[in-house]
């Protein structure tokens, strides 16, 4: 089956500055990649997917990354804001899964103003 | 806005008791899922049901069941708890197997002393 490796568990930032977590992916057949936030107290919450066929995807100051060939993607949160704070959890589903949810380890986010 | 809702959002519970954790969603939504949820190994998918009586094992189904008699309501059962069940449990619907996102409820923290 598959499995996701994320890193870093935890990355803390000044406000203003960018974060990078990043994800492997072991299933080559793999082709859906989201991104998911779970602030406290709350559910996780998708916040930037993409698909196989996209290298690259923007949404104002988050952006994801694929690299196929190296089976890794990443989330690209700029000018990070306090409220950017939570944990951030990718995800990569296989083709023929069912469209089933194979989660990585979350990475904890803290933005201190 | 898709509602899922957990009955608990937080259990204290003894050995051997049988447990019931409930969840109900208000968009008509085919599939419905329990995750467990701990730190490091981000969501594990207990169980899932694509429609209503007909349920499937996840990846961490042992010690744990479930039911599903109507299309809104998906119940985790702990048949008898045990301290390593200890964790979080989040519920996610999504709308068919067509659909790639998930809605998650805001959890239910469970501790089994």
């Known amino acids: 089956g598959e499995n996701v490796e994320q890193h870093p568990s935890t990355l803390s930032v000044q406000e203003g500055d960018s974060a990078v977590i990043k994800c492997t992916y072991s299933d080559s057949a793999s082709n859906y990649f989201p991104w998911y936030k779970q602030e406290l107290g709350k559910g996780p919450q998708l916040i930037i997917d993409i698909r196989s066929n996209v290298g690259e995807k923007k949404d104002q100051r988050i952006a994801v990354t694929l690299n196929k060939t190296a089976k890794h993607f990443s989330l690209h949160i700029t000018e990070t804001q306090p409220e950017d704070s939570a944990v951030y959890f990718c995800a990569a589903t296989p083709r023929n899964a069912g469209n089933m949810l194979t989660f990585g380890g979350g990475t904890r986010l803290m933005v201190k103003p | 806005d898709v509602k899922v809702t957990q009955s608990s959002r937080y259990l204290v519970k003894r050995t051997g008791e049988k447990v019931f954790l409930e969840c109900v969603q208000d968009m008509d939504h085919e599939n419905m899922f329990w995750y467990r949820q701990d730190p490091g190994l981000g969501l594990r998918l207990i169980y899932f049901?694509?429609?209503?009586?007909?349920?499937e094992k996840g990846d961490i189904p042992e010690g744990y069941s479930v039911s599903r008699e109507k299309k809104e309501r998906f119940s985790l059962i702990l048949e008898s708890a045990s301290t390593n069940q200890t964790s979080m449990y989040l519920c996610?619907?999504?709308?068919?197997?067509?659909?790639?996102?998930?809605?998650f409820g805001a959890g239910t923290r469970l501790s089994v002393l």
């Open positions: 996610a619907t999504r709308a068919g197997e067509s659909g790639n996102i998930q809605y």
């Open positions: 049901s694509y429609d209503v009586k007909m349920k």
